[in-house]
């Protein structure tokens, strides 16, 4: 029997890459099952006040939120067999950067996803990272070798 995959796509939100991927792993027949953080920005942003109550300091509205946040993203790395990782070029997604160390630390294997443009700035990330692509079909391509190949 073969083995379900487990992906998990962390970082930018504001593009189409995961539906990308997920759309392409689909074509290839990968057997896979995608997860990833909560990607409507208000939503995880605002998860720790709306449950836990209304913060007047802003440092703890967000720290509410990246606490619960934080339950969901570890839990599904740690389950995770890969850890994709996409950095955009218009927001920082510091939380990316956390999920590649933290992914890297549990020994789990990390492709990043970013442009070209961003390649000195990520140099370290890539560097501990197991594959670097620059499009979402680079990473299918990837996921596809390690998934089906005999």
């Given at each position: 029997?073969?083995?379900k995959?487990?992906v ?11 539906d ?6 689909t ?12 990607t ?5 942003d ?5 449950i ?5 300091n ?7 939120g990246?606490?619960?946040n934080?339950?969901?993203?570890q ?21 990316a950067?956390?999920?590649?160390g933290y992914a890297?630390?549990?020994d789990k ?11 000195h ?5 890539d560097?501990?990272a197991?594959a ?7 990473v ?6 390690v998934?089906?190949?005999?």
């Amino acid at each position: 029997m073969a083995k379900k995959w487990l992906v998990y796509l962390s970082g930018e939100i504001h593009t189409d890459w995961r539906d990308r991927i997920q759309s392409g792993a689909t074509s290839a027949g990968l057997d896979a099952i995608f997860s990833s953080p909560v990607t409507d920005h208000a939503r995880s942003d605002d998860v720790g006040v709306d449950i836990l109550g209304a913060e007047e300091n802003s440092f703890w509205h967000d720290r509410k939120g990246a606490g619960i946040n934080a339950i969901r993203t570890q839990t599904l790395i740690k389950q995770a067999d890969v850890v994709v990782v996409r950095f955009g070029d218009k927001y920082r997604q510091w939380n990316a950067a956390f999920d590649a160390g933290y992914a890297t630390a549990l020994d789990k294997p990390v492709i990043t996803l970013h442009d070209s443009e961003l390649n000195h700035a990520l140099k370290e990330v890539d560097a501990a990272a197991n594959a670097s692509c620059q499009t979402p079909e680079q990473v299918v391509e990837i996921l596809q070798y390690v998934i089906q190949a005999n």
